[in-house]
Nanobody, 122 residues
Framework: QVQVVESGGGSVQSGGSLRLSCAAS????????MGWYRQAPGKERELVAA???????TYTSSDKGRFTISRINAKNTMYLQINNLKPEDTAVYYC????????????????WGQGTLVTVSS
């Protein structure tokens, strides 16, 4: 069984920075696309950024200049650097990954983490 666990959330003041981490573990054979989603109170979950196995990145936020996604394949980890945090960034941030395991190398399963809360005060 494989899982992903997020860390790095917390409470920060507007203008501050955070780096979120996502660590995948278990019987991992390969990880395809990884992404960060967020869900603000009363809103639907939305994609923030994604990164392919080869490092190609996609950002969907209208304010994407403040977000930087990265990954280290050898460590099965992914990061999201958020700079100049704003109150509207307050949300639970979720890690998402497509992972294949050693017993089913050709099958990629979508895995979600439990989320890490980011709270930005003005």
């Amino acid at each position: 069984q494989v899982q992903v666990v997020e860390s790095g959330g917390g409470s920060v003041q507007s203008g501050g920075s955070l780096r979120l981490s996502c660590a995948a573990s278990g019987s991992i054979f390969s990880i395809s696309t990884m992404g960060w989603y967020r869900q603000a109170p009363g809103k639907e979950r939305e994609l923030v950024a994604a990164v392919s196995h080869l490092g190609y990145t996609t950002y969907t936020s209208s304010d994407k200049g403040r977000f930087t996604i990265s990954r280290i394949n050898a460590k099965n980890t992914m990061y999201l650097q958020i700079n100049n945090l704003k109150p509207e960034d307050t949300a639970v941030y979720y890690c998402n990954a497509y992972i294949s395991s050693y017993d089913k190398k050709e099958e990629y399963v979508e895995v979600w983490g439990q989320g890490t809360l980011v709270t930005v005060s003005s």
